[in-house]
């Protein structure tokens, strides 16, 4: 099966190859990739959209295939295409996964290629994110979220201002999505049922 891995994060490229069904994957990264990508014959590409250039090269190779399965590793929750992740689903083979990667899921997502539904189909385009907290929530450093009690819990550090900066991301996050919460004294933050 050939791959193309399309990142310019050296971090998540890393973990990427990492997992032993992308060793022998084809690394393009450059301004003539689509190119490349024509003359190939990819199985799958892995497109990380935390860059412009890489959602530009994504739509290029989508027009050029739209049936392309496509592995999209983001930051972001925020959805593309104005019609919504359902759109996507049933016009592309297209999955999602939010960094920081968990190795398992890449490796689950490529042995199961054709079988695999993207977890965040319902998500009606990330518009209700309450059940994906703990995936969004795996990206700060300083907090952990229990799913159980919905608490959002500050991990034991001795610096406080790098806490204080992500619980200020955190809570914007959450107004931004109107999830109820409130902020504890101890810098903890309690998700309101």
């Given at each position: 099966m050939k791959k193309l891995l399309i990142d310019n994060d050296v971090h998540t490229l890393t973990q990427l190859l990492l997992v032993s069904d992308l060793k022998d994957s084809n690394l393009l990264i450059s301004d003539n990739t689509l190119e490349q990508y024509k003359n190939n014959d990819i199985d799958l590409v892995i497109a990380d959209f935390s860059h412009s250039h890489?959602?530009?090269?994504?739509?290029?190779?989508?027009?050029?295939?739209?049936?392309?399965?496509?592995?999209?590793?983001?930051n972001e929750l925020d959805c593309k295409n104005k019609d919504g992740c359902v759109h996507c689903t049933a016009n592309y083979n297209r999955r999602r996964l939010l960094k920081p990667i968990d190795i398992k899921e890449v490796y689950t997502f490529?042995?199961?290629?054709?079988?695999?539904?993207?977890?965040?189909?319902?998500?009606?385009?990330?518009?209700?994110?309450?059940?994906?907290?703990?995936?969004?929530?795996?990206?700060?450093?300083?907090?952990?979220?229990?799913?159980?009690?919905?608490?959002?819990?500050?991990?034991?550090?001795?610096?406080?201002?790098?806490?204080?900066?992500?619980?200020?991301?955190i809570h914007h996050l959450l107004e931004k999505y109107d999830i109820d919460h409130t902020l504890l004294d101890n810098m903890n933050i309690q998700i309101d049922n």
């Open positions: 890489n959602k530009k090269l994504l739509d290029e190779i989508t027009e050029y295939n739209p049936k392309q399965n496509v592995l999209i590793i983001s490529l042995e199961n290629l054709d079988c695999t539904i993207c977890k965040y189909e319902e998500s009606q385009c990330f518009s209700y994110i309450k059940p994906y907290l703990d995936d969004i929530l795996r990206s700060y450093q300083y907090y952990n979220f229990d799913k159980e009690k919905n608490l959002i819990s500050k991990i034991n550090t001795h610096n406080n201002t790098y806490v204080l900066q992500e619980q200020i991301k």
